[in-house]
């Protein structure tokens, strides 16, 4: 199993500003992955972040809007960057151990709410 | 592409009866794995179940179990014995190997005393 630490569990910024989320696992895992859950709505896929290298952006996302730092093998950070109201949402994070068939582990959450 | 359809917005239950929660997805993919996760209110995103399309023995995990028709791409979770405490959201997912999560749209549980 995998615990995860998501900083912070809310948040309320001004529209323009940047917040960066951080996700830490109690153990040493190759891929992490940050998701946006837009109100009332399923989980979307952001991007994975492998260590060592360059994250890997879905359709939609770019690097430019959602930084992500992903230093070592516990640790990675989500920057949400000049925000508007329509980034509000819940952002998670989540790890997946290297076994095909475990259960992916989430993180706590971080409810984002810009004015 | 991949998808995964719940077509049941919301549901409700009383405490103590059963009621299934349906899903269905699209793939062209033999092996597979299907899960449920619950998400309270809490916004945790717990694991309920998950099924491995290679079995064709239903998971089950204590009040909660899935019919898995893979013919008919189905996956249905079954509450037997509802609690309180499994009022959430309920999200189905699909995985292809160690490809990405795929979510559907969610289920909403409602449980009444």
């Known amino acids: 199993s995998a615990v995860i630490s998501q900083k912070p569990s809310r948040d309320i910024c001004q529209r323009g500003t940047s917040l960066t989320i951080q996700c830490q696992v109690d153990s040493q895992v190759t891929m992490m992955f940050w998701y946006r859950q837009q109100p009332g709505q399923s989980l979307t896929l952001i991007a994975t972040a492998n260590q060592g290298s360059e994250a890997t952006y879905e359709s939609g996302f770019v690097i430019d809007k959602f930084p992500i730092s992903r230093p070592n093998l516990t640790f990675s950070t989500l920057t949400v960057s000049n925000m508007s109201p329509e980034d509000s949402s819940i952002y998670l994070c989540s790890v997946e151990p290297p076994a095909r068939n475990t259960e992916a582990f989430f993180g706590q959450g971080t409810r984002l709410t810009v004015v | ?113």
Not at chain 2, 80 to 103: E, H, P, V, W
């Open chain 2, 1 to 113: 592409a991949q998808t995964v359809t719940q077509s049941q917005p919301e549901m409700s239950v009383q405490e103590a009866e059963t009621v299934t929660l349906s899903c269905t997805y699209d793939t062209s993919e033999s092996d597979y794995y299907l899960f449920w996760y619950k998400q309270p209110p809490s916004r945790q995103m717990i694991l309920v179940i998950r099924q491995e399309a290679y079995k064709q023995q239903n998971a089950t995990e204590n009040r909660f179990s899935v019919n898995f028709q893979k013919a008919a791409k189905s996956f249905s979770l079954k509450i037997s014995d509802s609690q309180l405490g499994d009022a959430a959201m309920y999200f189905c997912a699909y995985r292809r190997n160690t490809d990405k999560l795929i979510f559907g749209t969610g289920t909403r549980l409602q449980v009444f005393p």
